[in-house]
């Protein structure tokens, strides 16, 4: 899916606000798939959103098997392959400039069944464990960064302020015999004194809690006529009713990936008869019957596109089902952490010759050429490019900018570039010898 629209940014903006206005935590389930886990931390936003980023919380992981991450499944888990998890965080702000950080991990794993045409990437529910191991380390790295006169025992919740009712008699006339105000008690004053000072500051801090409040419904205001006046994305397709199921192939009686709650998005691919084909989280795809979907403006209702009247863009033996520049996913020291193309492709022909490893490579380093001039002319800023092919003997294959551009000059062969590259597996892309 792509960025979050209005619609979700208002959402979000709301349960921010009702926090801040209340001062508690609203609880709530995702939608059919994953559990959030939240924890509250003594930051500043900005401070967690750092922090975050340099535990590389917003880059994908590859897992090294789905046993011990998944909350369970109907199927054996020794027939997954490259488990990949992503994390959906959000960051609430509370008051006292403290943060609540709300995250839930997603793990796709491609399923091998022994039908072929089952055979699919499919979305399994995480048991907890990655979210609570990022909560945690986010907690050690904000223990580490205290002074040492300061410990976390030491952070304790403000008690309630005192009440200080303290009230002189009316009358001004002194009786014989009782004692003067100078001999009132020194505590009453010092008290008096005391109370003020709570007072002045209980004051302002709530000055500062009506302030944010005024700014923050100026700001809702503002996210919900943006949304009231923007038009909807022309690649999105929205689901019309609760419970509309996903199906991982475009027939009725195909396994249910999930539930889709009313208003979920999802980027459009194709449309084969009733089916749309749709991306629904990465490089996993399911299937929606048309009639449960709003879709883009620019699909004619006559003008839908089948595989035999498909545009040039997804004949041949591979097309490209998606092109997006984001943060490379993976460890491979060369990128980790680095803006990158990223090109997912899935395989047009059944035929096995047409698509093997010699093919994918082939097609990889046309993609590649296509970077090298695409960042020569419009000076795109990324360190390098990357190519899914989202298929059962699919892989993935990497490079940096430099290496493709050499590759593209000719400076580089392609045999020497390909050691250079990052391959997953590496004999998914093992070229034939050519004669």
Not at 144 to 153: G, K, N, Q
Not at 220 to 249: C, D, H, M, S, Y
Not at 397 to 406: A, E, L
Request: aromatic share 8%; net charge neutral; with cysteine.
């Amino acid at each position: 899916m792509k960025n979050p629209p209005i619609s979700v940014r208002v959402h979000r903006f709301r349960v921010s606000f009702a926090l801040l206005a209340g001062c508690f935590i609203l609880s709530f389930s995702a939608a059919g798939q994953t559990n959030p886990y939240a924890r509250v931390y003594l930051k500043s936003k900005e401070d967690v959103d750092k922090a975050l980023k340099e535990l590389q919380a917003y880059a994908g992981q590859r897992l090294p098997t789905v046993d011990g991450f998944v909350a369970g499944s109907d199927r054996a888990l020794d027939h997954y392959e490259r488990p990949f998890c992503q994390f959906s965080i959000e960051l609430l702000p509370g008051p006292l400039d403290a943060t609540t950080v709300r995250v839930a991990a997603k793990i796709t794993a491609w399923h091998s069944d022994p039908d072929p045409l089952m055979s699919s990437y499919q979305v399994l529910p995480s048991n907890g464990r990655l979210e609570m191991d990022l909560l945690d380390r986010l907690a050690e790295k904000f223990e580490r960064e205290l002074p040492a006169s300061v410990l976390p025992a030491e952070v304790q919740i403000p008690k309630p302020t005192a009440d200080y009712s303290v009230h002189l008699p009316r009358t001004t006339a002194l009786v014989r015999g009782s004692p003067s105000l100078a001999a009132v008690p020194s505590a009453i004053s010092s008290s008096a004194i005391a109370s003020n000072d709570e007072l002045a500051t209980l004051r302002a801090e709530r000055e500062a809690k009506e302030k944010r409040i005024e700014d923050l419904n100026v700001e809702l205001r503002n996210l919900q006529e943006v949304q009231k006046n923007q038009a909807q994305p022309r690649n999105l397709a929205i689901v019309k009713n609760a419970g509309t199921p996903v199906l991982a192939q475009p027939a009725e009686k195909s396994r249910v990936l999930f539930a889709a709650a009313e208003g979920d998005e999802f980027e459009f691919l194709n449309i084969s008869g009733e089916w749309v084909h749709v991306s629904i989280s990465g490089a996993s795809r399911g299937y929606i019957r048309r009639s449960s979907l709003t879709l883009p403006e620019f699909i004619a209702p006559d003008r839908a596109m089948t595989s035999q009247t498909a545009s040039k863009e997804f004949r041949g033996v591979f097309r490209v089902e998606r092109e997006e520049i984001s943060m490379f996913p993976g460890d491979w020291e060369p990128l980790r952490g680095k803006p990158v193309k990223i090109y997912t492709v899935q395989p047009s022909s059944q035929d096995y010759k047409e698509t093997n490893a010699q093919a994918k490579y082939d097609f990889a380093l046309s993609l590649f050429r296509k970077v090298s001039a695409e960042s020569a002319r419009d000076a795109i800023s990324v360190e390098g490019a990357v190519v899914i092919f989202d298929s059962a003997d699919g892989g993935i294959i990497g490079s940096t900018i430099r290496s493709v551009r050499q590759m593209a000059a000719g400076s580089l062969s392609e045999s020497d570039f390909r050691m250079t590259c990052f391959l997953d597996p590496p004999d998914a892309f093992q070229p034939t010898s050519k004669h």
